[in-house]
Every structure is written in C-alpha cells, then in structure tokens.
C-alpha cells in the first residue's frame, strides 16, 4: 500500500545497506531504490518541476539534528523549546502549511539517523531540561506505519528524564496508543478544525470526528493531549463552523482530562507566504491581504481578535480548569 503512493524512492548511496534502510524499505515495500548521491539531488528539483509527483527519499542528515523552535510557534512555557527536522514534508496536503513555503516541492525525505538527533538530545540535556516538537515538520503518526518513529520517540523520553516531547498531528489512528511506552512526558498534540476547513483547505486529512476518536484513544492509553485549535482560518462563515466545531469536541470528548488547549489564527514568515503566492495564485488562503508585522504575516487585529477571542470564550466556558494557551 506505501509503495503506492510514491511515484520514486530514492536512497543516498552512503546509507544504502544501513540496517534502518533497508528496515524502512521492507516496511515500504519497494526492492529497488533509485540509488543517489544526496538528498537535495532529488528533494531540490524532482517534484519541484513536476508538482503531481511525490517521491520518498532516504537520507542522512548532513546538517543539524535539533533547531530552536521559531517565533510563531508556541512554546507552552518551556523555556529550552526545540524542533526535529527528522522527516522533511508531509503525506497530507494541507493549502495553508507553511512547508509549502520552505521546501521546493512535495517529496518527502526521511533522515534514517534518528539516533544522531538522540545524541544531541543527551548532550543539551547535560545543560538543561529540553522540550523537542518531533513532529514539527511532517506528520510523524500518519507515517509510523513507514518509520516506526513515534515509538522510539516515546521509548526515548520514558527513558530520560529532563526530556519532553510533543508529537502534533492531523492523523486518525486509533491502533498505535495501546501499544506504545506510555509516559507523561510524550504530549500527544492533535490539530482540529472543523470540516468545512478540512474540506476545503487539508486535503488528504481525516475528518474532525475520527481525529476525535484518535486524541480519545490516546488519552485513553494514558498520554497527555493536548488539543490544537491552531492555525484558524479565516472564511465567510467563521463564526458558525467554529462554534460548532468546538460544540462536538466537547459533547465528544471529555475536556476536563485534556492538558492543554492551544489556539491560533494563521501566521506564517513573510519569506513562506512570498514563497507560496508565487507558487499557488489560486490559493485563497496564500493571496489573503494580511498584515505583516516584525516579518511574520498575520490577519489584521480585528480579525485575529474576533477569531481567537471567540473560540477562547467558548472554551474557558466548556473547560473552566484547562490551561488555554495562544501564541502571543
Ligand atoms: S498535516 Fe500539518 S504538516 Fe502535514 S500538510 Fe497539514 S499542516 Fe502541513
């Protein structure tokens, strides 16, 4: 079924009999490869000139395993606040992400060296507790069937203390959490909208009711969750589809038992959205007249404020005890 739905793979000659190569590529099921010197040979270019095509690379990371985590993104208090670039691109297809804007194409890229991001890991613990989103650019759940990444993460920060890791995710597995070390410290982080969003802008993405049933199975196994109202889009009927979204989170899922509640009108680096509109001038979400500001852009105030205020209200009403965060 993986093979399917990569039009290549493609290995870099230096990893090509690593044991987790040929590990993924079993999972995959794909014998053959394309045999290639680096990544960026195909990863810059390939889908790039094609963008129907996807293909899935298999690489080793030449750069940093570990990055600060950027402004736009919330750190929920955690001060020494990191992202994993162990997987590049993402299964889903949503019109908005901002990794539209900063890879060229659609491939997807796998670093098979998820060892080296422990080791790094280890050494900034040595210095201070350290919070990593290992999901920050991809969506690491809907791709365990291929890496078995979520696991090992788990297994990581249930082994190290000082540790802690927050996997976000669009995917609707109910199957994986059961079955997982389960740990206090990995925080299950699944981004809702409602399904006029989803239809229209997240392409390839799960409904709203089956990613309740993933965050419910999740909590259920015994891991933090974490709910994302985040980003939010703006269209014609906002008010309506969000109230009502936020009405079937709660009539289905027991808030009082979530973490933490994060919301977000939509922000993106200005160097992203320029990269975007150039690409997708169809794209109502790309050609939106934000505002920029310090050199990210965002909705004007009117409109941020009406959205965040909105569903903020609604929801220190359902979960009085829940933290709710936003990103300012
Ligand atoms: S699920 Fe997340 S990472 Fe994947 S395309 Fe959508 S916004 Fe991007």
Known sequence: ??????????????????????????????????LIEHYKDVFDSGSVKSPEIRNLILAKNPGKHLYEGAPVCQSFGNEHFYYSPGVMNCIYDCEYCFLKGMYPGSDICIFTDLEETFSEIDALLEEHPVYVCASYNTD?????????YVR?????????????????????????????????????????????????????????????NALNAAMNAGFPVRICFDPMIYVRNWREIYSAMVEKVASETDLSKVRDISIGTFRISDQYLKNMRKKFGESAVAQYPYVNENGYYRYPDVVRNAMEDQIKNLLTVKCPGTGIFDWE
């Open 140 to 148: 690491l759940t809907a791709l365990e069937s291929i890496t078995g």
């Open 152 to 212: 090992r993460w788990c297994k990581k920060a249930a082994e190290t203390e000082g540790l802690s890791v927050e996997l976000r995710s669009k995917c609707a597995r109910t199957d994986i959490y059961g079955d997982l070390p389960v740990s206090d410290r990995v925080i299950f982080a699944f981004t809702l909208s409602p399904d006029e969003i989803r239809d229209r802008f997240e392409k390839g993405t799960p409904d709203l009711g089956a990613r309740i």
């Open 1 to 34: 079924m993986w093979r399917a739905l990569f039009d290549n793979v493609y290995v870099e000659k230096g990893i090509a009999d690593d044991p987790e190569t040929k590990r993924i590529l079993e999972r995959i099921g794909c014998e053959e490869p394309g």
